[in-house]
């Protein structure tokens, strides 16, 4: 196992990292967790989870802050590099502002961690790293799948850039890791849902949302791929300890159409007032292979998911708690 002291966690404040955080403290490591503001309330959260008050330490430091990341890494056996601009549905960002910070602080956060004789580095990409190839041949996507960069470059809008930010900062890191002696494995999470820590919605949160009330018609796209938060922070948390853990490891739990995603919500919830595109019967859809991504490397480490279900279910329990969602009331489109 990898040594178990002291970690960084970068954007530790965020959706999947808060999780990440609460997992290691529970497991006994000291974690220095960066945040933009360690002041700022969104980030009240963190200090509240079991141990933070002894054993987790916010460090302030943007992406674009080496002198901050250094600090923040410096005396850590190992690092979880989280933190990464994600494009939030209307709010356009540039592809300025997606990629050049994915690259920056990735690079910025690597360099940190030479300096720091860094033992093993964890970096979360994404699927938006591994799905657009449309030359991959009708099986299952697996980590030897990757986004088509030039294909890419040559799309317009916030998902393209943000696809294009993941797939390079990711192919950064793996070149980093020929080059240098700490490990560094990749994590690609699918569309990552479940209940939050955080007070602010993020972006896949708002997006499960606006999908249940209606105001999308689906999940960015018709094709979904869903996983946990908390079995996203799990496989984090198995690949840093497992010494086997080597390369790049999709962690998605379902591949499944946008209709079949409406079917269950109308199944768990028969009693709620669905918007009316729920209702509509759909022909069943048969995917095709090469849509679906396959986790069996995480698995074979002994990654686990929960059903669909309870995920869906501590979703809504965590919308109605923090009021986003109202209990069992009519929707209106
Ligand atoms: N949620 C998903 O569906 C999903 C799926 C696959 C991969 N991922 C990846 O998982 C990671 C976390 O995403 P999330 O879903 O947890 O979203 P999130 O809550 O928005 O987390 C993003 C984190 O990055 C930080 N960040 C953004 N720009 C930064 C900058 N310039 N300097 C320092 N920190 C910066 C944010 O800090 P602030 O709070 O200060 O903005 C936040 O802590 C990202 O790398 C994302 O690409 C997410």
Redesign the pocket.
């Known amino acids: 196992m990898a040594e178990k002291q002291r970690v960084c966690v970068?954007?530790?404040?965020?959706?999947?990292?808060?999780w990440l955080v609460k997992f290691l403290l529970s497991r006994g490591y000291t974690v220095h967790g960066?945040?933009?503001?360690p002041c700022?309330e969104?980030?009240d959260h963190l200090k509240k989870l079991d141990n933070a008050a002894k054993n987790l330490k916010l460090f302030k430091?943007?992406?674009?802050?080496y002198e901050g990341l250094s600090t923040a890494i410096s005396g850590c056996s190992g690092v979880f590099h989280?933190?990464?601009?994600?494009p939030?549905e209307g709010v356009p960002l540039t592809e300025e502002e997606l990629i050049t910070?994915?690259l920056t602080?990735t690079k910025n956060v690597l360099e940190a961690c030479t300096e720091a004789k860094v033992k093993k580095v964890v970096v979360?990409?994404?699927?938006?790293a591994v799905v657009y190839d449309p030359k991959w041949p009708n099986v299952a996507k697996n980590e030897d799948c990757w986004s088509d960069t030039q294909l890419l470059h040559s799309l317009e809008g916030y998902w393209p850039y943000?696809y294009l930010a993941?797939t390079l900062m990711e192919r950064e890191a793996i070149e980093w890791s020929k080059r240098n002696l700490a490990d560094v494995v990749t994590v690609?999470?699918?569309?990552?849902?479940g209940p939050r820590l955080?007070s602010?919605l993020?972006?896949?949160?708002l997006?499960l949302l606006k999908f249940i009330k209606g105001f999308e018609k689906s999940l960015l796209s018709d094709q979904l791929y869903l996983?946990d938060?908390r079995d996203?922070a799990d496989a984090l948390v198995l690949v840093y300890e497992n010494q086997e853990a080597k390369g790049r490891y999709i962690c998605n739990s379902y591949s499944l159409h946008n209709d079949s995603l409406t079917e269950i919500l109308r199944n768990m919830y028969p009693n709620r007032n669905f918007p009316e595109s729920f209702r509509e019967r759909k022909e069943e859809v048969v995917m095709e292979e090469r849509l679906r991504l396959s986790s069996e490397k995480l698995q074979s480490l002994g990654w686990k998911f929960r059903p669909l279900e309870e995920t869906i279910d501590d979703s809504v329990v965590s919308f109605e708690a923090s009021g986003d969602l109202p209990k069992q009331i009519a929707y209106s489109m």
């Open positions: 970068t954007g530790s404040g965020g959706y999947i990292a808060s960066t945040v933009r503001d700022d969104k980030n430091a943007d992406l674009f802050d989280i933190a990464c601009p994600v939030f910070p994915a602080g979360v990409s994404s699927i938006a943000y993941k690609c999470p699918g569309v990552t849902i955080q602010t993020n972006s896949s949160s997006g996983v938060v996203v």
